[in-house]
């Protein structure tokens, strides 16, 4: 188990260097950039939505003052969100907002620094690369992307610039994620022999909005630019407000939940991107014309390409019973790190008894806590400025100023990307997924999985 420890550092170290080759340095142009401390830094916003309005927006307005940050425009396609995210805004900076009609408005507006970006889902990336284009910085709500022609286009666009870029992937500005992180690479966890995601609630009318569907006119908006690069379809209010429910707006499940925990497998093991993945799921119980199932078990492989080491990883997620809520448990022989209880123990490890068996010495955890208050992610509608959001935003606003590489760079959302498109694909295939490394492309079927 010692030479499995050492292969397991050296081998993270290895992959360590290899994912973040060229993201920490600063280059003379990222020097030049620096804004200075007395200097407002001019924020705008994409996409007036509740992730937004009720979370992002009160993480912001906790550090905002401090760090000197403004917001001074917002973009919105929808004429009724736009004049409700203005007057919303106002009364919370007090100054006027530059209302746009649509993100080409709004980069024109003199000396914009940064935006926010939340908007639907297969959007996400596309936007990205409407900001660094224009020049600013930019925290991203994932999923980053849905597509992997969207992803390898966004991944290019970023690092074509010196631009800030942080994913919404928050738990890398959680106390009790960091300190998982360093216990697992510093290799007192042990190889990793299992982990366990799941996501479930009970919400018939999670990802609906049938009041706003009722508002929403063809008239009202531009339809066209909502589509972006998706096939061409009939204008539909429930695909617009209503996306998480309808590939290929946004494939559901994976995207809004397993990315946020797949990609802590990704962080804690620099591991890039899974080595396959099978996956099942189904419309079994909220058959309201959707598109995106409402439980699926997905089932995936990881390790070094081409070896025989590696770990199983599990995610499930339902949405008619919530019992087991949202959790990751990491396995190895010697016990368990629990993100739920935010403790690491000796559960489950290989005990004296049956250790002897084999003529093998018992390996046990020590009890850990990862953090001595307790840290979950808020998961409700409703969310406000909870600590990992909140943590996230102001290391942003922070890298922003100082043009340091944010906790989750943009290689985490191409990383968490290639984990969802491939679990997308098992899905709608049948079939298990790869990843061709060489075209950077997802495989199901033998074929290239677009949509």
């Excluded at 007192?188 to 022999?193: L, N, Q, R, V």
């Amino acid at each position: 188990m010692e030479n499995s420890r050492r292969k397991f550092i050296k081998q993270s170290a290895i992959f360590a260097a290899a994912t973040y080759a060229g993201t920490m340095g600063m280059s003379a142009k990222s020097y030049g950039r620096i804004i200075g401390a007395n200097d407002r830094v001019r924020v705008g916003v994409v996409g007036f939505s509740d992730r937004f309005k009720d979370t992002l927006l009160p993480c912001f307005l906790n550090h905002n003052k401090e760090l000197n940050f403004d917001i001074v425009g917002l973009s919105d396609l929808w004429n009724y969100r736009r004049d409700l995210g203005i007057a919303h805004l106002k009364e919370k900076f007090g100054h006027d907002i530059k209302a746009c009609r649509n993100n080409d408005e709004l980069y024109a507006t003199k000396d914009l620094d940064a935006v926010i970006i939340s908007t639907a889902d297969f959007q996400h990336a596309l936007h990205t690369i409407e900001a660094v284009k224009a020049n600013c910085d930019a925290y991203v709500e994932k999923p980053f992307a849905e597509t992997m022609d969207d992803a390898k286009a966004a991944l290019k666009a970023v690092k074509a610039t010196d631009r800030i870029v942080q994913i919404g992937s928050q738990r890398r500005s959680g106390e009790n994620y960091v300190n998982a992180a360093k216990f697992i690479q510093d290799g007192k966890f042990g190889p990793i022999t299992a982990v366990d995601l799941v996501w479930n609630v009970n919400q018939p009318g999670r990802w609906r909005r049938p009041d706003l569907v009722a508002k929403l006119k063809e008239e009202d908006i531009d339809w066209k630019r909502f589509l972006l690069n998706r096939p061409n379809e009939a204008f539909d209010p429930r695909k617009y407000l209503e996306y998480r429910l309808f590939w290929p707006y946004s494939s559901g499940m994976p995207g809004q939940w397993m990315s946020h925990q797949i990609d802590t497998v990704h962080w804690f093991t620099n591991l890039k991107h899974p080595r396959s993945v099978v996956a099942n799921g189904g419309i079994y119980t909220w058959k309201d014309g959707r598109r995106n199932w409402d439980s699926m078990v997905a089932v995936f492989d990881y390790g070094q390409p081409n070896a025989e080491d590696g770990f199983q990883v599990t995610f499930t997620s339902r949405m008619q019973n919530s019992v087991g809520d949202v959790g990751e448990v990491y396995y190895s022989n010697g016990g368990e790190l629990n993100l739920i209880t935010n403790k690491v123990s000796p559960k489950g490890g290989l005990k004296e008894r049956e250790a002897a068996a084999m003529g093998m010495k018992a390996n046990l955890l020590p009890e850990f806590d990862l953090s001595k208050t307790e840290i979950k992610a808020a998961t409700g509608a409703n969310m406000g400025g909870d600590s990992l959001t909140s943590g996230h935003m102001r290391n942003w606003m922070e890298c922003v100023r100082s043009r340091k590489t944010p906790n989750a760079p943009v290689e985490a959302g191409y990383s968490h990307s290639i984990a969802n498109i491939m679990t997308n694909a098992a899905v709608r295939t049948g079939a298990k997924s790869t990843f061709d490394e060489s075209r950077q492309e997802v495989i199901a079927n033998g074929k290239v999985f677009k949509y």
